[in-house]
Every structure is written in C-alpha cells, then in structure tokens.
Nanobody, 122 residues
Framework: VQLQASGEGWAQPGGSLRLSCAAS????????MGWFRRAPGKERIFVAR???????YVSDSMKGRFTISRDDAKNTVTLQMNSLKPEDTAVYYC?????????????????WGQGTEVTVSS
C-alpha cells in the first residue's frame, strides 16, 4: 500500500489550501482514511477522517474550516483547508486503515503517507 500526498505549500492567514492523498494498493471506498498533522515541537494529532460509508468527522478545532472528501474513481482523498491560521502550520499526514471505522487514533491506522508541509504566515 502506498499513500502519496500532495498539495503542500504556503498560505496567508485566512487563505486556503487543498491537500490530496492518492492511494495505491488500498481501495479507499472500503477503508477509513484520515488526516493527521504534527506542528513544530508538538505531537501528531488527528485532523479528519472519512470512512467507507462516506461518513466524515473533523476535529472540533478545525470544524467549519476543514473538509474531508474522497473521489472513488481516482482513489483519492482530499482535505480542503479554508480560513487558515498560523497555528495550522504543520506537516500533514494522510493515513488509512481497514481495521477501524471511526478511529481518531494514530495507532489504529496501518498505512501512512510521507507527510506534506503546510505553512501559514503573513
């Protein structure tokens, strides 16, 4: 299984970025796909997930600003990030699991992308 993340970049506060995660060896419509992030000097935390039924959940601190979705035809998961704040600066990781439907815990995800860097600053 390989997860290839893209879309890293820089945005000003209030701006938007879109991250994508292309999966190979894993059919995302039968898995739970998640995004996590690790800010400088901090632990990795849960951002959002979408499970095989299409049910989504976004962390409370990002709810209303971040949206997770998927394109089954492209086997790709997308994280749309709007109204970005400097505290959103982090390395973002795409992850997948076939073992859990609702998990927000890193340990429940078996497959990880390489991480993509997002910087929000003026």
């Amino acid at each position: 299984v390989q997860l290839q993340a893209s879309g890293e970049g820089w945005a000003q506060p209030g701006g938007s970025l879109r991250l994508s995660c292309a999966a190979s060896g894993l059919t995302i419509s039968t898995a739970t796909m998640g995004w996590f992030r690790r800010a400088p000097g901090k632990e990795r935390i849960f951002v959002a997930r979408i499970n095989w039924s299409g049910t989504t959940y976004v962390s409370d601190s990002m709810k209303g600003r971040f949206t997770i979705s998927r394109d089954d035809a492209k086997n790709t998961v997308t994280l749309q990030m709007n109204s970005l704040k400097p505290e959103d600066t982090a390395v973002y990781y795409c992850a997948g699991t076939s073992r859990s439907r609702y998990s927000m815990l890193s340990r429940d995800y078996d497959y990880w992308g390489q991480g993509t860097e997002v910087t929000v600053s003026s």
